[in-house]
């Protein structure tokens, strides 16, 4: 879709994901020889996005990619599944970016990540969309781009915010403040709150004292915590044999997205986003593993 009032708008990153198997995750100083490897288009923000279009969604990018192959590459990606590209700049200074991944035959895996482009994403680009934004029902954030970028959408948009705080950063605020719903596990609630989130307790104190109406903290296998100033909500975890846990998040943020802009509430929505990160778990690659309604049912 070109052009028009978007049911989620993603501003965030877009990687080429470059993935080996292997026996196991290599500790420092070891090498380990894969037994196989692909590439595949990635990246949280257009994992996001491709999860959400996949789903029915009206969607829209916000972005950079180098001007190279693999830029190439990200912008058809998109395009193919219907995400509008028309934000996704080319940037001819530097590459696009790069994430190594090593994923081991339980389906866990270890990721490094060169911004490359993703790194240069500035409020100015945001700026640009402000009308795509400002229109959108649902915008959707994370933090492989700079935080003035991420903070600026925050603060042009009129719907629903949802910031997924990943990888783990400080955050100001003042950021937190327009975010209407927080996605982030364990490991980036306890940062965000400098706080222990090891119990239940623990995670549902730590939600609760960030400046945000709604917490979902994502809880791998164990499911996840929609955590509200007046409610828990348990959601169980779907049951599956996994076999690559590469965006398994991004796909239950961007089916989040797409089911709060279709008008559900946070519990069922969260619910929603279980099935579909179940069912990419168990497909290799990112944007690659995410399912369709069809798929679901």
Same mark, same amino acid.
Request: proline share 5%; with cysteine; glycine share 10%.
């Given at each position: 879709?070109?052009?028009?009032?978007?049911?989620?708008?993603?501003?965030?990153?877009?990687?080429?994901? $470059?993935?080996?198997?292997?026996?196991?995750?290599?500790?420092?100083?070891?090498?380990?020889? *894969?037994?196989?490897?692909?590439?595949?288009?990635?990246?949280?923000?257009?994992?996001?996005?491709?999860?959400?279009?996949?789903?029915?969604?009206?969607?829209?990018?916000?972005?950079?990619?180098?001007?190279?192959?693999?830029?190439?590459? $990200?912008?058809?990606?998109?395009?193919?599944?219907?995400?509008?590209?028309?934000?996704?700049?080319?940037?001819?200074?530097?590459?696009?970016?790069?994430?190594?991944?090593?994923?081991?035959?339980?389906?866990?895996?270890?990721?490094?990540?060169?911004?490359?482009?993703?790194?240069?994403?500035?409020?100015?680009?945001?700026?640009?969309?402000?009308?795509?934004?400002?229109?959108?029902?649902? =915008?959707?954030?994370?933090?492989?781009?700079?935080?003035?970028?991420?903070?600026?959408?925050?603060?042009?948009?009129?719907?629903?915010?949802?910031?997924?705080?990943?990888?783990?950063?400080?955050?100001?605020?003042?950021? $937190?403040?327009?975010?209407?719903?927080?996605?982030?596990?364990?490991?980036?609630?306890?940062?965000?709150?400098?706080?222990?989130?090891?119990?239940?307790?623990? =995670?549902?104190?730590? *939600?609760?004292?960030?400046?945000?109406?709604?917490?979902?903290?994502?809880?791998?296998?164990?499911?996840? $915590?929609?955590?509200?100033?007046?409610?828990?909500?348990?959601?169980?975890?779907?049951?599956?044999?996994?076999?690559?846990?590469?965006?398994?998040?991004?796909?239950?943020?961007?089916?989040?997205?797409?089911?709060?802009?279709?008008? *559900?509430?946070?519990?069922?929505? *969260?619910?929603?986003?279980?099935?579909?990160?179940?069912?990419?778990?168990?497909?290799?690659?990112?944007?690659?593993?995410?399912?369709?309604?069809?798929?679901?049912?």
């Amino acid at each position: 879709m070109m052009g028009g009032t978007f049911d989620v708008v993603v501003v965030g990153s877009l990687n080429q994901d $470059l993935v080996a198997s292997v026996p196991h995750i290599p500790v420092p100083g070891e090498t380990v020889l *894969a037994t196989g490897h692909a590439a595949f288009a990635g990246g949280k923000g257009a994992n996001q996005a491709v999860a959400a279009a996949r789903l029915g969604a009206r969607v829209a990018m916000v972005g950079r990619v180098g001007d190279d192959a693999f830029g190439t590459t $990200l912008r058809r990606g998109l395009e193919d599944v219907g995400v509008d590209n028309t934000r996704v700049q080319v940037d001819a200074e530097v590459g696009s970016g790069l994430a190594l991944i090593n994923v081991e035959e339980s389906g866990e895996n270890a990721i490094s990540v060169s911004p490359g482009a993703n790194g240069r994403v500035s409020a100015a680009d945001v700026e640009a969309a402000a009308a795509m934004i400002e229109n959108a029902k649902v =915008v959707l954030l994370q933090l492989e781009v700079p935080v003035t970028a991420v903070a600026r959408a925050a603060q042009l948009a009129r719907g629903t915010v949802i910031l997924n705080p990943a990888p783990a950063a400080p955050l100001p605020g003042s950021l $937190l403040a327009d975010v209407d719903i927080l996605v982030p596990n364990e490991t980036e609630l306890g940062l965000l709150a400098g706080t222990a989130t090891r119990t239940e307790d623990e =995670v549902v104190t730590a *939600a609760r004292s960030l400046p945000v109406d709604d917490v979902v903290v994502t809880l791998g296998a164990r499911g996840a $915590l929609v955590v509200s100033r007046a409610a828990i909500n348990r959601v169980p975890p779907v049951p599956v044999d996994p076999v690559d846990t590469t965006g398994a998040g991004d796909a239950f943020c961007g089916a989040l997205a797409a089911e709060l802009a279709r008008g *559900a509430y946070v519990r069922a929505a *969260a619910r929603f986003a279980a099935r579909v990160a179940a069912v990419a778990v168990t497909r290799h690659g990112a944007q690659a593993s995410m399912p369709t309604r069809d798929e679901l049912s």
